[in-house]
């Protein structure tokens, strides 16, 4: 066993870093502000290859593997959550378009998410009724000969006014259940595709989450991603890969607070003597290194084609709710005198607190281990 990186991942890390720190952290506390999207910083992904790493280099992608993404999520996300979640989303959908999509639309969507020319990708699963109860969507496809029509109302999409492409599921057939749910790739271009509201966040301000109205859009047979009746599967199956990205997510926001944390206590004279305030660096850096090590630990699996649902539920439940109380514990180290440390370890605050509900919430995480655990002892 081994806890080292090679030598391929550390100088992928490294250049993670880098970019993070040249592109992603001086604007994170603006972008946060202004609510304002990380174009130039998306951009940058781009040109690095950091929005499809999970595809294979041969299928378009820049092939690094789960792995490294996941070591890449934890650098952008301790400089800018927000940017790390418009990535993450990407790569998730480049991901599932690599394992189900056909030939032609591998390569018809990949190379444009790949450079840049796609500022981003969507998912869009969640609809108003249907969020952590995923397969009970009401959104419809029905076929007309080469096209299906697409209608129905999706919610809190992450880039959905921005994306080239959107993985959107919707049902073929209604009285079918999860199995009777289809995949299909959808443009903004498409007629009848609109935009509705923009959400006011608490956190991860400069992304985007918006809802999107889908009315009597016509998309062709060719865009329907797998067969018909396989996209819950295909949900679920990108969400595995999505849940160790929002963990790794998780453990970067948490890194950026305790470091901010560290920093402040040693810069203020008699902080560090503090008993208190000892025992929460310690537990936070404690939690955090658990935290990383599971989330590696399902990537690993991941690279290896070892079934990983499991231990992707339990990254992202134990980095995301390690990550909530590491910069709550940051806050209450650096106080309210600290103006400019209180100022980020806040934004921090703020940040987390999504990555305990987006891609299946902490419950939803419970309920998928408690059914693998369950399963092992049968
Ligand atoms: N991989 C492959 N197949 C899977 C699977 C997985 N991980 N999980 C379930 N399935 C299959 C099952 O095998 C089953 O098929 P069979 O009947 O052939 O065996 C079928 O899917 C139905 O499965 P379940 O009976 O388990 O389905 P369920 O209705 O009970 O749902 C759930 C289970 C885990 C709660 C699921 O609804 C879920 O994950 N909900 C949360 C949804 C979610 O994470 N939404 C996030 C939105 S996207 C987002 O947040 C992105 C963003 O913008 C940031």
Known sequence: MDFALDAPHEQLRTLARR??????????????????????????????????????????????????????????????????????????????????GSDYLQNKYIPSLHDGRFTAGAFALSEPGAGSDASSLKATAVRKGDRYVLNGNKCWITSGDRAGVILVMAKTDPAAGSKGISAFLVEPEMAGFSVGRHEEKMGIRASSTVTINLEDVEVPVENRVGDEGVGFKIAMRALDGGRIGIGAQAVGIGRAALKAAVEYVGTTPGRADRASVRARLAEMSAELEAA???????????????????????????????????????????????????????????????????????????????????????
């Open 19 to 100: 970019v993070a720190a040249e592109a992603l952290a001086p604007r994170a506390a603006a972008y946060d502000r202004e609510q304002r999207f990380p174009l130039e910083q998306m951009a940058a992904l781009a040109e690095r290859g950091f929005l499809t790493m999970l595809v294979p280099k041969v299928a378009g992608g820049s092939g690094h593997g789960s792995v490294a993404y996941a070591l890449a999520m934890m650098e952008m996300a301790e400089a800018c959550a927000a940017t790390s979640v418009t990535m993450a989303v990407t790569n998730m959908v480049g991901d599932a378009i690599r394992a189900w």
């Open 292 to 378: 990383r090590l599971l989330v590696m630990r399902a990537a690993d699996m991941k690279d290896r084609g070892i079934p990983f649902t499991k231990q992707a539920s339990m990254a992202k439940m134990f980095a995301t709710e390690a990550a909530n109380r590491a910069t709550h514990r940051a806050l209450e180290i650096v106080g309210p005198d600290a103006v400019d440390a209180r100022q980020a370890v806040e934004r921090f605050f703020r940040d987390v607190r999504v990555t305990m509900i987006y891609e299946g919430t902490s419950e939803v995480q419970r309920v998928v281990i408690a059914r693998q655990v369950l399963a092992e002892v049968q």
